[in-house]
């Protein structure tokens, strides 16, 4: 999977994603000054993001849901800090389809509404709101 991303609110960057079932790694790429450059690397096998192995999707999104001016990455059950680092992991698991936006225009913020290949949470809709995620089983 991949996708375009503000991820220092300015510049574009591509970020490449691989895994779902298992391991999951994204990587973002900046083109600068004609040069290809890693800005980081997010490795569910890392220690620092324990928990996050098969919590993918078959799909990404990008959006600005924490308000900082700067993309994040949601990919499934995850959402990717605009520096490479966890910010939410809801544990639910790798889904098969997923869509970010303001989709209730009631509330403030986005949401997120995913299809699991699950038979307790086949589908959910999460409420990304600043610095935090709550979700909801369908």
Known sequence: MAGVAYLDGVRPSIVMARGYYTRTVLVAYDWRAGALTQRWTF???SSANAGTAGQG???LSVADVDGDGKDEIIYGALVVDDNGTK???TAMGHGDALHVGDLNPNRAGYEVFKVNESTTAPMVLRCMTPIQ???YGV
Do not use: G
């Open 87 to 89: 910010k939410v992991n």
């Open 57 to 59: 999707n078959h799909n």
């Open 43 to 45: 490795d569910s096998n």
């Open 133 to 135: 995620a709550r979700s």
